[in-house]
């Protein structure tokens, strides 16, 4: 099928088109149809990102104009350069005798973090300010789409969460840095000795830390004591035990005044998906 090279899309005519009904349940279906215009309620269909028929199609009956609400995430017209398996990109990063984890979050995975010997490199795939991007028809995010450098440490410890869903790395005495949905630097004057980041509904790991005496939790960049919990340590490193208590699904579970501690030197290397 011919499409419109990527060169001669014009994003300004990018329109969604929105059809609604009762269903047999007594509920509401919808349909779109995405596309640029052609004119006379004509539209060149969208068929994956940046991908669109060249010859227009009509626009049926039912279907309204609507607000064109995901054209971020199915059109760019800066973006003009595919990428694939055997880019330079990915060729160029050094793979051997690195420990290689995949981040998830909420369905997505936002970086790739290798891990060597003597540092930790984090990557992600390219984003809408870069002129590369991964055809849709990729089902999932493979390793030679995260191509984009991040950030490199030095580091004295890398912990790993459930299925690499996240990392925490101490790069110093109290310096950690946490990729989760965001990569991001804090100091907490502490020492941690467990994680545990399981994944729960939707996708969504969840990421706590434990020192001697206090469980942080990565998300908050908050500590609470220890003391402050009535339920074990033991407990607290089961599944998503911690979060539950954090966000008051078990009465009782927390004192109602905790003792907290805020992180400390916050730095927000990359916002990923938030």
């Known amino acids: 099928m011919a499409t419109i090279p990527y060169t001669e899309i014009d994003g300004t005519k990018f329109q969604e088109y929105k059809r609604t009904w009762k269903t047999k349940c007594g509920g509401t279906g919808f349909e779109y149809i995405y596309g640029l215009d052609a004119g006379s309620r004509m539209i060149h269909k969208w068929l994956e990102f940046n991908t669109f028929e060249a010859e227009p199609s009509a626009i049926p009956e ?5 607000k064109a609400k995901e054209r971020l995430y199915l059109c760019n017209p800066a973006r003009t350069k595919e990428l694939h398996e055997d880019n330079e990109f990915y060729a160029a990063i050094a793979k ?3 420990e290689v984890h995949r981040i998830k979050y909420n369905g997505g995975k936002p970086f790739l973090v290798y891990v060597y010997p003597d540092r930790v490199d984090i990557y992600k795939p390219p984003g809408n300010d870069s002129e590369y991007f991964v055809p849709s028809r990729y089902q999932r995010m493979h390793n030679w789409a995260f191509i ?4 490199s440490y030095r580091y ?3 912990f790993v ?3 690499s869903c996240t990392v925490l790395i101490q790069i110093n005495w109290h ?3 946490f990729v989760g949905n965001r990569v991001v630097e804090f100091t907490i004057d502490d020492d941690i000795t467990d994680y545990c ?6 996708g969504v790991p969840y990421p706590v830390a434990l020192s001697e005496n206090w469980c942080y939790f990565l998300y908050d960049n908050v500590g609470i004591s220890l003391d402050s919990f009535n339920v074990s340590r033991k407990a607290l490193l089961k599944d998503t035990h911690a979060y539950s208590c954090f966000y008051g699904h078990e009465p009782g579970a927390i004192d109602k005044k905790p003792k907290t501690k805020r992180f400390a030197d916050v730095i927000v290397i990359d916002k990923g998906e938030t």
């Open 197 to 202: 980041s399981m994944i729960g509904n939707s």
């Open 62 to 66: 039912g279907f309204e104009r609507t």
């Open 96 to 98: 051997e005798g690195a």
């Open 161 to 163: 969460g459930e299925k």
């Open 175 to 177: 310096r950690y840095v």
């Open 156 to 158: 004295d410890r890398v």
């Open 148 to 151: 984009i450098p991040v950030a």
